[in-house]
């Protein structure tokens, strides 16, 4: 089957522009998660979507960060402004749920340099 | 909410000598546990999983995990380490399919020729 498909794969941009990072998962998998990982650490969940609908959005930093899950497939996250804090790797993951899983597939991920 | 220690952020040790990676996780009831493996400048790489059965389960590439439910743990071992072992490892867990995966702050695994 196809993997977690993200792009891009590398951006930089400079602070207080905008950018967005889009995320196809694998079909049927109803379960999306945004993770941020900066360098020397583990990945940090930002938002989980089950199917179109937001199921865990603590930790995302709201005032800059939004995601949508449109038709509960494709994924975006976009930042607006950035800061140079948000320099990090974005790793999209997907997966079935209830009785039917099986463990997470993780995308290559979008690394984000803010200079 | 779950947490994950790994208890060591780097770990040194000689090709072909035997390593222990350890991974502790907050108590639950019920629990799934990931190691993954990310290589300098790649994306996360599912090593090994436990969802159920068999508390030892094994890689393809000579690793192997044991969940120890009394212990809360589930360290990563190999008998003989290769330098192409070299990289970063992520103990990860979940308390069911439906929530995040929650991972630990990695280890660095430094085999040395």
């Known amino acids: 089957e196809a993997g977690v498909a993200q792009s891009p794969r590398y951006k930089i941009i400079e602070k207080r522009q905008s950018v967005a990072f889009w995320c196809n998962p694998i079909?049927?998998?109803?379960?999306l998660y945004w993770y941020q990982q900066i360098l020397g650490q583990g990945p940090k969940l930002l938002i989980q979507?089950?199917?179109?609908?937001?199921?865990?959005d603590s930790q995302l930093p709201k005032d800059r960060f939004s995601a949508e899950r449109l038709k509960g497939v494709d994924s975006t996250l976009k930042i607006q402004p950035a800061k140079l804090e948000d320099s990090a790797v974005y790793l999209c993951?997907?997966?079935?749920?209830?009785?039917?899983?099986?463990?997470?597939?993780f995308g290559s991920g979008t690394r984000l340099t803010v200079v | 909410a779950q947490s994950v220690t790994q208890l060591d952020s780097q770990v040194p040790v000689f090709e072909e000598a035997p390593v222990e990676l350890r991974c502790n996780y907050s108590?639950?009831?019920?629990?799934?546990l990931f190691w993954y493996v990310q290589y300098p400048n790649q994306g996360l790489q599912l090593l090994l999983k436990?969802?159920?059965?068999?508390?030892l389960v094994e890689s393809i590439n000579g690793f192997e995990a044991e969940f120890n439910k009394s212990q809360t743990s589930f360290h990563l071992r190999k008998p003989s380490v290769h330098i192409s072992d070299t990289a970063e490892y992520f103990c990860a867990v979940s308390d069911t399919g439906n929530t995040p995966l929650v991972f630990g702050k990695g280890t660095r695994l430094s085999v040395i020729a």
């Open positions: 108590s639950s009831v019920s629990v799934y």
């Open positions: 979507f089950q199917n179109n609908g937001v199921v865990d």
């Open positions: 436990y969802l159920s059965g068999s508390t």
């Open positions: 993951a997907s997966s079935l749920g209830g009785s039917s899983f099986r463990g997470y597939t």
């Open positions: 079909s049927g998998h109803a379960t």
